[in-house]
């Protein structure tokens, strides 16, 4: 079933009255309106957003173009190395059903590239900031967050679960959370590995219970990349089954 909502008829919030409003019991969300911008900071900010926004599918086609060439071109040791590689991706590999590459997790190697400063520099821009409203003990998790709408690009998820740009981990220490997402990703040679040592993976019932069980939270934007397709200006439209 698909629901429609015109932007229309929702009333603007005034400008002079930053936005201050819960998410749920345990998040909170700011508008722009509320932050300060320091000075010079814009172009960094404008670079790393432009990284942020065309990140995916830059790499997504760099790594295609990758692929292909050194089935094309490579020598046999290249082609033979691909090919297993390929076939390791489809059928043997379930490290996205596990959220990642627990070895950087336990080097701290994940844990860097999330809080790496491309990825805040990004988050300041809009800005996007998450506060907590209430406490979340580590020892009464794990948690389900969940993140709408998805959004073209999913900035709000990706920011907050799938990085550490807004400082999850200072705001709720002690959890580790795995950003989930469309299996399609983690097909994709090359690009899948940098997904996966940011701690991604994939989407499945048998994903969210085999992290949650084993005490670890998960990110979640509903709607994925059906409502992610049909995103446009001043209209939202919902996919429920």
Not at 109 to 117: E, G, W, Y
Not at 130 to 155: K, M, N, R, S, T
Not at 190 to 213: A, I, K, N
Request: net charge positive.
């Amino acid at each position: 079933m698909t629901v429609e909502k015109n932007m229309d008829s929702i009333k603007p919030v005034d400008d002079a009255k930053p936005l201050d409003a819960k998410l749920g019991h345990n998040l909170h969300a700011a508008s722009p309106a509320a932050a300060t911008e320091r000075p010079g900071s814009r172009g960094l900010d404008r670079c790393a957003l432009m990284l942020y926004l065309t990140f995916p599918l830059a790499n997504i086609a760099a790594a295609g173009c990758l692929t292909f060439w050194a089935l094309l071109r490579g020598g046999l040791k290249v082609r033979s190395g691909m090919l297993a590689y390929l076939c390791w991706i489809c059928f043997f590999d379930r490290t996205p059903e596990r959220g990642g590459y627990n070895f950087c997790w336990r080097t701290g190697i994940t844990q860097k590239l999330r809080a790496s400063f491309f990825w805040k520099w990004a988050a300041r821009y809009f800005p996007v900031r998450l506060h907590a409203v209430a406490p979340l003990p580590p020892d009464q998790g794990p948690y389900i967050f969940v993140c709408h709408p998805h959004g073209i690009f999913g900035i709000s998820p990706m920011t907050h679960f799938g990085t550490d740009a807004t400082d999850f981990s200072k705001i709720f220490p002690g959890i580790q959370v795995h950003l989930l997402g469309h299996s399609a990703i983690f097909r994709i040679p090359f690009f899948r590995e940098w997904v996966l040592m940011h701690g991604h993976g994939s989407v499945g019932r048998s994903t969210c219970q085999s992290l949650l069980r084993s005490g670890k939270s998960i990110g979640l934007a509903p709607g994925g990349a059906r409502e992610s397709l049909e995103s446009g200006p001043k209209t939202m439209k919902l996919f429920l089954r």
